[in-house]
């Protein structure tokens, strides 16, 4: 190509481009209508495969469509990859400019309790009273339910049965001792006999969180009454060595560097590690040949029992009603619609995730599609809480770096307790 | 290298050179060759330990699959050319006049005005983003490409003033003296003689302008819902809380560097030489 060929290509090219973006620039000004003036509900979700509403996520369409007809609703969807949803969240409702009637939450309700309402009351007797009580717990603040979590996600135990059986071990464990012990004798041809992200100590699903399943297991809470730290405890300590002895034992040392929960359920699913605990929705991809090695080899059961038993966290993805919600008995409507018995169940065995209510849970049908149905509604008969503040992602990012230094050796249980209970303090004072 | 070769001998210093250069190459060339590596392997094959990346295992499916949601991606690649060309050639257009002045009119504090440009770039976009969304809000142009453009200009347009002040600065005066002599005005003189001597780093600085607009993630998530959405946002939603699908999100990550590559390869010799000669002289 001669240099004068290149010029003029170049030239045209700058031409073309410099059309297209004046062309594209310009035309948004002559079809841009405002958000103010919509009506009908704007609903903030998920992408699918995360937690997402019928219509967004492929199950119950007609049923959708008959209910925005039957109430003579619209119903715009505003889908964004589950990662960035708290950041544009924060902005939104902390500029005060959020035009969006229903938005999903995910252990966020006490930070954006001034941007949201506490409709939760008002959704019918019916629907709650099919609801574990326990779900209401993160997403209430002073007395007021200000949400209504949508799936049953609890961290539960999932387990290569393979492995198991090569091991000669029989069942899942039982207790702590049994975890300990099981990870040791799974720990060998290459394979580590427990997995788990550690590398974010934020939020829930982050380090801290799952700590404080051992924490609970181990007969411990994180808050006195009055709402300082009441962690740094013998269940407190109990509970981070009982996360050291597994790293010792046989814990994948990748474990240390994974930032979500996709690294760890990926090691599990290449057959790499025997054990981990993580969320029901991980049965369905288990059970795909694209994603998976150990299709039929994936066993649940209900996490291992500390000395006050098993414990667990929610992950309580839930709906919340906007505080600029431009109707909100239609959006109560709306939630009570997601919350309905057949989408429920569409929802469960369509995409995996399972239903809230207790009834659809026990469903027959739900159970086939779902094996690991029946591990959750068991481990949902036992404590979760994930303890949700206004200040949880600044208290769990806090405590989590604590305990990553003691995974790393750099410290001992009881100091980083001890540590991490100073800081939470701190940070408690402060908000005061 | 010539202590090199003084030292060692003319062949020993010419391999030096060459296994320094093979090094340095390979490992910028690495993420490129894993990111199209990936964008062929199944999933099953990436989460292996290590990696199976063995040939039989090569597929175009990812693309397929990724060409499937093509309105996404493509939508996401048309925005995200039009936000960033827009962005480059109004920066251009501004910046070039501003460089100039700057670099050869008596503007009082000069130096000062071009570190009170550069401090700009020093606030953290976090700080900025919750004033700037309530102004791009009320102004009713969330979810529009004027909106990114106008917030991309704000930190392109001090770079792009850095990097032809300093090239303007060693533009030789007699030039612009001679034009003088022969009647210019300084506005001909800027135009006719100064800006066509100066496309090397107009190249470099354009080149630069227009990968920042296009790669920039953090604005786009907060001002941007559907319809203005970029490709950083196109391809981080193939990563959810439970779920990343790798090969999917790096066969979408080679669709929409490719343009961006193929700038930078027609604009190649410029660009270097527009950094060289701004850089240096600022």
Known sequence: MSDDSLLLSRRTLLHGAAGVAAAGVLSEFGVRTGYAADTGLDVFAPLPPDPSPPGAAKFSEAAFAAWQKANDARVKYELLAWPQLHDRMATAFASGTSDWDLVYMCGWVPEFIDSIVPYADTLPASTTADMPPSSFKTVTWDGKRYGAVFTLSLLTLFYNTEHLEIAGLKGPPQTWDDLKRYTKELTRDGRYGWVLDYGDSAGIGGTTSYWMCFLQQAGGTMYNKDGTPAFNSDAGVMALQMMLDLMKLGTDPGSISYAGINDATNVLLSGRASMMMNWPYMWKPAQDPKQSKIIGKLGGAVLPAGPAGTASIDGTDAWTVTASCKNPDLATKLVDFYLSPEVQKRQAIDTGWLPIRISVLSDPEVQKALPNAAVVLEQAKHPYDSFVTQNYNQITQAIGTEIQKALQGRQTAKIAMANASDLVAKIVKQNQ | ?282
């Open chain 2, 1 to 282: 290298m010539s202590l090199l070769r003084s030292s060692f001998g003319p062949r020993v210093a010419d391999a030096g050179v060459i296994v320094g250069l093979a090094v340095f190459v390979t490992w910028s060339i690495a993420p490129i060759a894993w990111l199209l590596l990936s964008s062929i392997l199944p999933q099953l094959s990436l989460i292996d330990q290590p990696p199976d990346i063995s040939f039989v295992h090569w597929t175009l499916d990812n693309y397929i699959t990724v060409m499937g949601s093509a309105a996404t991606l493509g939508r996401g690649m048309l925005n995200s050319f039009i936000v960033a060309a827009f962005t480059t050639a109004v920066a251009l257009a501004l910046g070039a006049p501003a460089a100039y002045a700057l670099a050869r009119l008596s503007v009082p504090r000069s130096g000062a005005v071009v570190l009170l440009i550069l401090a700009t770039q020093m606030l953290p976009a976090i700080a900025i983003a919750i004033p700037l969304f309530i102004v791009i809000s009320r102004l009713g142009l969330i979810d529009t490409r004027f909106a990114l453009i106008v917030v991309y200009l704000s930190f392109n347009l001090p770079i792009v003033i850095w990097i032809l002040r300093g090239f303007f600065l060693g533009v030789p005066a007699g030039l612009e003296r001679a034009a003088a002599v022969d009647g210019a005005g300084l506005i001909r003189t800027f135009w006719m003689i100064v800006l066509p001597i100066s496309i090397p780093p107009l190249c470099a600085a354009a080149v630069f302008a227009f990968i920042e607009s296009w790669n920039e993630f953090f604005f786009a998530l907060i001002l941007t819902r559907q319809n203005a959405q970029t490709v950083p946002l196109v391809i981080a939603a193939f990563a959810g809380q439970y779920q990343t699908v790798f090969g999917q999100m790096m066969a979408a990550a080679v669709i929409s560097v490719a343009p961006v590559i193929l700038l930078a390869i027609l604009f190649r010799n410029h660009i270097v030489r527009g950094f060289a000669d701004g850089m240096l002289k600022g």
